[in-house]
């Protein structure tokens, strides 16, 4: 749908990386670097461990704080899980959910991402709902058939005010850590054929206003180029976030090609 303005998020997962010092070094050095920036969400997500002090690292700054992972139930006896309430606790706003390493090494389903996403919604933390196809199954012509599953297994059951709260992030796995990004083309195609599977559950309107992040080797030198794509809207970015300087000239990226679509 034309002339409407979805605001860019660029997201920083830090993954298994940076000791508590180590990550609020990173948020300080970054807090200078994107402080002028007002047309752009930046949102880091450190390790569980170090969510608390980057919170304060982050206070009155225009920086947001998201948590890797969540669990889909509040408390409990569930050694080894954090919950929504405690995210939130720790000074979280979204929460990544079903990341392609968690897909991949932990047994997340779709099922178990829904019911995270409706965890976290239940206490106003904002998912980002990663989905992506992998390498076989793209040469299969399979990229569809997955990307469909992942979405809609993901927000089976939310209402359209539910998923406004929502962010998708299209991650083909063939492109996380490995240098190779998917051409602009092949990124617009995918984030393309999301909106219209939301459109066809919900409505133009509401697909319309949803933010569909890329993610996959975004670097300085290619999220320009990813991000003036229409239905690009911003980055979820892993190795280049986990340097100030890096990080936020994507940032600048981002401000730059939104101030373009803006002319
Ligand atoms: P890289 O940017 O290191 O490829 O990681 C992408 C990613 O998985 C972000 O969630």
Known sequence: MEGIMRIPII??????????????????????????????????????????????????????????????????????????PMLKDAGCDYVIIGHSERRQYFG???????????????????PIICVGEQLEEREAGQTETVIKSHVTGGIAGLSAADLSSCVLAYEPVWAIGTGKTATPDQAQEVHNFIRGLLTEAYSAEVASQICIQYGGSVKPENAAELMVQPDVDGALVGGASLEAESFAKIVEMAVSSQLRGWL
């Open 108 to 126: 997340e389903t779709n099922d178990s991402v829904n019911q995270k996403v409706k965890a976290a919604l239940a206490h106003d933390l904002k």
């Open 11 to 84: 997201a920083g997962n830090w993954k298994l990386n940076k000791t508590i010092s180590e990550a609020v070094a990173l948020t300080t050095a970054l807090k200078a670097l994107v402080a002028d920036n007002t047309s752009v969400e930046v949102i880091v997500a450190p390790p569980f461990t170090a969510l608390s002090a980057v919170s304060d690292a982050i206070a009155s700054s225009n920086i947001r704080l998201a948590a890797q992972d969540v669990y889909s139930e509040d408390s409990g006896a569930f050694t080894g899980e954090v919950s929504a």
